[in-house]
T-cell receptor, first 116, second 118 residues
Framework: DTEVTQTPKHLVMGMTNKKSLKCEQH?????MYWYKQKAKKPPELMFV???????INESVPSRFSPECPNSSLLNLHLHALQPEDSALYLC???????????????FGSGTRLTVV | AQSVAQPEDQVNVAEGNPLTVKCTYS??????LFWYVQYPNRGLQFLLK??????LVKGSYGFEAEFNKSQTSFHLKKPSALVSDSALYFC????????????????FGDGTTLTVKP
């Protein structure tokens, strides 16, 4: 299995809702990432988990809450989002976070989130 | 700080012609460089990377890229473009610093939309 699977593919939520995005990989990768991408823009890093521990939080608002239950799963819990949070949310994984190793990322297809 | 620039928002080529998508970078040390492709409504797909060694690296779908240290460039090339190559292409750079937690972060360029016309 060489894929990163994200569910759901599309999500519409109100500003008072609570929802979660899910990401799964079975490649044995020990680093997992959440990115936010607006249309035709580069992905923006949100969070990095390394060996199931939060390694990097790019000053993301607390209405986004990541969780890594095990080495294969990564969740992003959403609460009280704003319309400007509408975007494509991408999950990625790599063998290791260590910058000294040149691992590329494997990306999922993303969740298209619309906040109304 | 690391940065990467893709000077062209859009590249148009005719099918069968060679294509080049440009990328320049800035890092304090020796860079790790990557190219990714994104098709509409999909995630990014890894194409190729330069870590060390041969300056010409070959990747997926017939793409290759040449690392030029003196010009700090890593241009993506393909000898003969296909209509199916039409997509958004991102160059990314990582400055490896052993022991640095932030060393795993890649910086992406703004992207170049490649359109290949029949």
């Amino acid at each position: 299995d060489t894929e990163v699977t994200q569910t759901p593919k599309h999500l519409v939520m109100g500003m008072t809702n609570k929802k979660s995005l899910k990401c799964e990989q079975h490649m044995g990768h020990r680093a997992m990432y959440w990115y936010k991408q607006k249309a035709k823009k580069p992905p923006e890093l949100m969070f990095v988990y390394s060996y199931e521990k939060l390694s990097i939080n790019e000053s993301v608002p607390s209405r986004f809450s990541p969780e890594c239950p095990n080495s294969s799963l990564l969740n992003l819990h959403l609460h009280a989002l704003q319309p400007e949070d509408s975007a494509l949310y991408l999950c990625a994984s790599s063998q290791d976070q260590a910058g000294a190793r040149g691992y590329g990322y494997t990306f999922g297809s993303g969740t298209r989130l619309t906040v109304v | 700080a690391q940065s990467v620039a893709q000077p062209e928002d859009q590249v148009n080529v005719a099918e069968g012609n060679p294509l080049t998508v440009k990328c320049t970078y800035s890092v304090s040390g020796n860079p790790y460089l990557f190219w990714y492709v994104q098709y509409p409504n999909r995630g990014l797909q890894f194409l190729l990377k330069y870590i060390t060694g041969d300056n010409l690296v070959k990747g997926s779908y017939g793409f290759e890229a040449e690392f030029n240290k003196s010009q700090t460039s890593f241009h993506l090339k393909k000898p003969s473009a296909l209509v199916s190559d039409s997509a958004l292409y991102f160059c990314a750079v990582r400055d490896p610093k052993p022991g640095d937690t932030n060393a795993g972060k890649s910086t992406f360029g703004d992207g170049t939309t490649l359109t290949v016309k029949p």
